[in-house]
């Protein structure tokens, strides 16, 4: 079973400022997705950012990107030029490849980091 | 607003009622799951609907009963609910499961539930 981890519960960040918040997984899968989801205080969810296993470059769109490092299992998100409207709280989740069989639509997620930006 | 709604917003209900949470999609996909999210927990899966059978029931309670009667629509019927059920009910859709191209599940705003 795959087991994501968010160790900070909390975070705050100074507007226009860059924070970075943590992810680690366990898995035994040797292909996998990666993904950050956002959730605002209104509660609707939203893909942030995607990573595939197998792709060693780091995912970026816009000012958010990933520092993605397979071998310790780690998957970092960096949010550049902070923004007021980036306050929510962020998931990491993980997912089995298409191509892995068995649940592979499953998303695990950690338990989440709740970001605030300051003016 | 995502081309995922969910009725109603906010629920209270007592533990011998019987409710139901909607959800609708209008992305036109094929998959549509529940979860419940929890204050300091993961989001759980409940259910996984894929073209209108149900393909996972983690582990859920049949207090919790859900329903597809099309890839557009989802139900959640709930009875003899228990206080520790209170939660946010967030319904998701996806293109496929997991066999697409896009993998990306668009969640709709989530019921917020209580119950006495």
């Known amino acids: 079973a795959q087991t994501v981890t968010q160790s900070q519960p909390e975070m705050s960040v100074q507007e226009a400022e860059t924070v970075t918040l943590s992810c680690t997984y366990d898995?035994?899968?040797?292909?996998?997705?990666l993904f950050w989801y956002k959730q605002p205080p209104s509660r609707q969810m939203i893909l942030v950012i995607r990573q595939e296993a197998y792709k060693q470059q780091n995912a970026t769109e816009n000012r958010f990107s990933v520092n993605f490092q397979k071998a310790a299992k780690s998957f970092s998100l960096k949010i550049s030029d902070s923004q007021l409207g980036d306050t929510a709280m962020y998931f990491c989740a993980f997912m089995k490849h298409r191509n892995s069989g068995g649940s592979n639509y499953k998303l695990t997620f950690g338990k989440g980091t709740l970001l605030t930006v300051n003016p | 607003e995502t081309g995922v709604t969910q009725t109603p917003r906010h629920l209270v209900m007592g533990m011998t009622n019987k409710k139901s949470l909607k959800c609708e999609q209008h992305?036109?996909?094929?998959?549509m799951y529940w979860y419940k999210q929890s204050a300091k927990k993961p989001l759980e899966l409940m259910f996984v609907?894929?073209?209108?059978?149900?393909?996972e029931n983690n582990s859920v309670p049949s207090r919790f009963s859900p329903e597809c009667p099309n890839s557009s629509h989802l139900f959640l019927h709930l009875h003899t609910l228990q206080p520790e059920d209170s939660a946010l009910y967030l319904c998701a859709s996806s293109q496929e499961l997991g066999l697409a191209v896009r993998l990306e599940q668009f969640f709709g705003p989530g019921t917020r539930l209580t119950v006495l």
């Open positions: 992305l036109g996909h094929n998959a």
């Open positions: 898995t035994s899968e040797s292909n996998y997705y």
């Open positions: 609907y894929s073209l209108e059978e149900r393909v």
